[in-house]
Nanobody, 119 residues
Framework: QVQLVESGGGLVQPGGSLRLSCAAS????????MGWHRQVPGKQRELVAE???????RYSDSVKGRFTISRDNAANTVHLQMNALKPEETAVYYC?????????????WGQGTQVTVSS
């Protein structure tokens, strides 16, 4: 069972920056893709950014150029640097990690960390 622990959320003013971190533990296999999703009450959880084990990245169109995802495979951590934050990006941000299985990939989620963008 993989455990994911997020940190780095909080309150930031519009235009400010935050760095989210997620540490994974408990896997006896190399992790596959890791990423960040966010969810606002009443709306579906949406992908923010994702990074594969070999470093390929993809981003939601709304965050391209402002957010940067990175990972440390040796430490099983993934980070999300968020710059120029907007009030509408207030949400709970969730870390996700996949573990390749024999027949399918298994997905694990963290508990979430609140990001509030407000003056």
């Amino acid at each position: 069972q993989v455990q994911l622990v997020e940190s780095g959320g909080g309150l930031v003013q519009p235009g400010g920056s935050l760095r989210l971190s997620c540490a994974a533990s408990g896997s006896n296999r190399a992790l596959g893709a890791m990423g960040w999703h966010r969810q606002v009450p009443g709306k579906q959880r949406e992908l923010v950014a994702e990074i594969t084990g070999d470093g390929s990245t993809r981003y939601s169109d709304s965050v391209k150029g402002r957010f940067t995802i990175s990972r440390d495979n040796a430490a099983n951590t993934v980070h999300l640097q968020m710059n120029a934050l907007k009030p509408e990006e207030t949400a709970v941000y969730y870390c996700k990690a996949t573990v390749p299985g024999r027949f399918a990939d298994y997905s694990y989620w963290g508990q979430g960390t609140q990001v509030t963008v407000s003056s």
